[in-house]
């Protein structure tokens, strides 16, 4: 069974940084893409970045660029997402997903439960 | 503004088929990319419900169904049931921003 599991959101100040973890089990994690959407309280979904599963190649969108690092870990099955410079407007649940084949271009074949970020002085 | 443009809310009475539209541009759909669909339940997270503009994810009954043409595509729910009240979410890949857009999703509520 395709499990993702987030977890590291919290509350953080302007400005600050947070680690986004999300262990995945249940299948052969470089043989799939693995991805990051975000959806604001109350608002729709965002996608944010992805790694490939074949080549370790990042994505990510305009509005976190340069401020967001994606990552894995391969030894433990771990997809990381580092949140830095944040901002309110980073406000969201952050939801792990994993693609249909290696390609970050496949659709979200399985999500996981989301952990929540919020960014507030 | 949303490069992939759904209505806010649809509703229908059970029973009833409802649409819900995805209207693209040509940089997305236009561009022959595949539309996938999303279903989020009140309070969870989305699941995948149809990709490749057409295809059912395992375990999707035959009532919702999927079509695409030109910049535009649908997701029609029929014989629609309480269960079906949740948001919907349109997907595809954009080749202007090169990344994926979604819709801002249309919610269903059975009247």
């Known amino acids: 069974e395709v499990q993702l599991v987030e977890s590291g959101g919290a509350l953080v100040q302007p400005g600050g940084s947070l680690r986004l973890s999300c262990a995945v089990s249940g299948f052969t994690f470089t043989a799939y893409a693995t991805t990051w959407v975000r959806q604001a309280p109350g608002q729709g979904l965002e996608w944010v970045s992805a790694v490939s599963g074949s080549d370790g190649s990042t994505h990510y969108a305009e509005s976190v660029q340069g401020r967001f690092t994606i990552s894995r870990d391969t030894s433990t099955n771990t997809l990381h997402l580092q949140l830095n410079d944040l901002r309110v407007d980073d406000s969201a649940v952050y939801y792990c997903?994993?693609?249909?084949?290696?390609?970050?271009?496949?659709?979200?074949?399985?999500w996981g439960q989301g952990t929540r970020v919020t960014v507030s002085s | 503004q949303s490069l992939l443009t759904q209505p806010p809310s649809v509703s229908g009475v059970a029973g009833q088929t409802v649409t819900i539209s995805c209207s693209g541009t040509s940089s997305n759909l236009g561009a022959g990319y595949y539309v996938h669909w999303y279903q989020q339940l009140p309070g969870g997270g989305p699941k995948l419900l149809i990709s490749g503009n057409t295809d059912r994810a395992a375990g999707v009954p035959d009532r919702f169904s999927g079509s695409k043409s030109g910049t535009s595509a649908s997701l029609a729910i029929s014989g629609l049931k309480a269960d079906d009240e949740a948001d919907y979410y349109c997907q595809s890949y954009d080749g202007s921003v090169r990344g994926w857009v979604l819709g801002g999703g249309t919610k269903v509520t059975v009247l």
């Open positions: 997903i994993r693609g249909a084949d290696s390609s970050v271009w496949s659709y979200f074949e399985h």
